[in-house]
């Protein structure tokens, strides 16, 4: 048994959500200079350039990418050999949060609750996921979401004779719609099969997982491909305007369902898709 102490746990999280909101990933960064070279838009090429020149400004400056430093979506891995000490490790995640967002400046834009909509000050509660995995350790990744793109994501329950080319036409259409308001480049999290709520964090978590990382299961891993090209051909291009770089990157993840369902949601990020991952 390990034992972990909700102050590491609290420290942890602040440094994350501070580091987060002002250096991307290197592999969103990387595509994001990648879709620079591949743009054959005059206005895309420009756009593709300030972004990449924010991102920079952002780095150099210790200052937010993006104004919205989103709502914190925080998921634990916790390993079942881990005993966290020091009180409730949701409290302490919150606590990071709160930290993290006064020590930064960085835009706290939770309300307390959906209607009254009152500023809790301070960008808490997260949203915190929790997974029983095997072993002593703790794994931490942070994905603070911008509401932008948040807001252009769907969920549909197709049927199950609606097959792939009914997946697909989700996809094509959810993207579609979402134009320029995702703020495009975008990043496209998918999930497949589940239940409602399942289908949902599939495609949450989808966002995540490095864009250099292929889906090892060979036809999800030939639909990430295939639908990345499709989305990059619907001419919505960078900042909405035009072009061959709607999409930078398109994760897929996958789950059993039941034999009456085929549920898919497209979890829809702009270029700014900040994701940090470490493990304790």
């Known amino acids: 048994m390990r034992t972990i102490h909700t102050d590491e746990i609290t420290e942890n999280i602040k440094e994350m959500c501070m580091q987060v909101n002002v250096r991307l990933s290197d592999d969103v960064k990387a595509a994001l200079l990648a879709g620079k070279e591949k743009e054959e838009s005059v206005i895309g090429r420009?756009?593709?350039?300030?972004?990449?020149?924010?991102?920079?400004?952002?780095a150099a400056e210790n200052i937010p990418i993006c104004q919205d430093t989103g709502m914190t979506v925080v998921f634990l891995k916790i390993g079942q050999e881990v005993h966290i000490e020091g009180g409730f490790v949701g409290d302490a995640v919150n606590e990071g949060i709160r930290q993290g967002y006064e020590e930064g400046y960085l835009r706290k834009s939770v309300v307390g609750?959906?209607?009254?909509?009152?500023?809790?000050?301070?960008?808490?509660?997260?949203?915190?996921?929790?997974?029983?995995?095997?072993?002593?350790?703790?794994?931490?990744?942070?994905?603070p979401k911008g509401f932008g793109s948040e807001n252009m994501s769907r969920l549909v329950m197709?049927?199950?004779?609606?097959?792939?080319?009914?997946?697909?036409?989700?996809?094509?259409?959810?993207?579609?719609?979402?134009?320029?308001?995702?703020?495009?480049?975008?990043?496209?999290?998918?999930?497949?099969?589940?239940?409602?709520?399942?289908c949902a964090l599939l495609a949450k978590k989808a966002l995540t997982r490095d864009l250099?990382?292929?889906?090892?299961?060979?036809?999800?891993?030939?639909?990430?491909?295939?639908?990345?090209?499709?989305?990059?051909?619907?001419?919505?291009?960078?900042?909405?305007?035009?072009?061959?770089?709607?999409?930078?990157?398109?994760?897929?993840?996958?789950?059993?369902?039941?034999?009456?369902?085929?549920?898919?949601a497209v979890n829809i990020c702009c270029h700014v898709n900040r994701h940090i991952h470490r493990v304790l």
């Open 46 to 58: 420009q756009i593709l350039g300030q972004l990449e020149e924010n991102m920079k400004i952002a």
């Open 113 to 143: 609750d959906p209607l009254i909509r009152e500023n809790t000050r301070d960008n808490t509660p997260g949203v915190i996921h929790y997974e029983m995995v095997p072993g002593d350790k703790l794994e931490i990744t942070v994905a």
């Open 158 to 198: 197709l049927k199950p004779a609606d097959g792939v080319e009914g997946v697909k036409k989700v996809i094509l259409d959810t993207v579609e719609a979402a134009g320029p308001n995702a703020c495009p480049p975008m990043v496209i999290g998918v999930g497949v099969g589940g239940t409602f709520e399942k």
């Open 212 to 264: 250099n990382t292929r889906s090892a299961i060979p036809y999800v891993r030939e639909l990430e491909e295939e639908m990345l090209e499709k989305v990059n051909q619907l001419g919505i291009g960078p900042g909405g305007l035009g072009g061959r770089v709607t999409a930078i990157g398109l994760n897929i993840e996958t789950y059993p369902t039941h034999i009456a369902g085929l549920p898919v």
